[in-house]
């Protein structure tokens, strides 16, 4: 069955060709955001990278906001696929889940660091914004890792009188200032950024005579 244009992204009834060329536009557009800016980043601009006519990003993106839409789910969904099974490793342990939870953000920011400063450049905008933060995933990842937190908390495993919604905001802020880091300083190292971020979120929350 041939996809409406604009479809929902979890569309059911969309083919592989079109899923492969949906995928093939997300792409070319983070490539383009991370190249000029989310302001000057125009279907033409993507097309012309991706080597399609402007007019099939129109076919299968109802307009700009879809197709931003589709590359902040895109980046997110990545980001959660890359740290689950990395945080799941450690969940005997307090401390080391959210070592793991630390290190496993950073490394795929690392990683993916095109993709990091795209999703830098939309949130700089007012309208990108609002797109980044309709994305559930986004909105959800303090009360998450607070969650988390407040369940390792009430097992014994961190101190008992320390705040996990204002930890779960500080450890975020810490891991979310990372794009904006990467997109000035190309020598930047990420890897020790990680470890000392977690050294020190250990030491927050450690229960006291804790190794």
Do not use: C, W
Request: negative net charge; aromatic residues 8%.
């Amino acid at each position: 069955m041939v996809m409406r244009p604009g479809a929902a992204a979890d569309e059911p009834d969309r083919t592989f060709i079109e899923t492969a060329r949906r995928a093939q536009i997300v792409a070319a557009a983070i490539d383009t955001i991370a190249a000029v800016g989310y302001p000057q980043a125009s279907f033409a601009r993507i097309a012309e990278r991706v080597g399609i006519s402007r007019g099939l990003i129109s076919y299968h993106f109802a307009g700009k906001d879809d197709l931003i839409r589709q590359v902040v789910h895109d980046v997110v969904e990545q980001g959660v696929a890359y740290m689950r099974p990395r945080i799941i490793a450690e969940m005997s342990s307090g401390p080391a889940t959210l070592r793991a939870y630390i290190a496993s953000n950073l490394e795929f920011m690392r990683e993916h660091r095109k993709d990091m400063i795209a999703i830098l450049e939309i949130t700089r905008s007012a309208d990108g914004r609002r797109i980044f933060q309709d994305d559930p995933h986004v909105t959800d990842a303090v009360r998450a890792l607070e969650h988390l937190l407040s369940g390792f908390q009430t097992a014994g495993q961190f101190r008992p009188d320390f705040d996990p919604h204002a930890i779960a905001i500080a450890i975020r802020a810490a891991i979310d200032t990372v794009p904006s880091r990467l997109a000035v300083d190309p020598e930047f190292d990420i890897d020790n950024y990680a470890s000392e971020i977690a050294t020190i979120f250990d030491l927050a929350t450690r229960v006291e005579g804790g190794p």
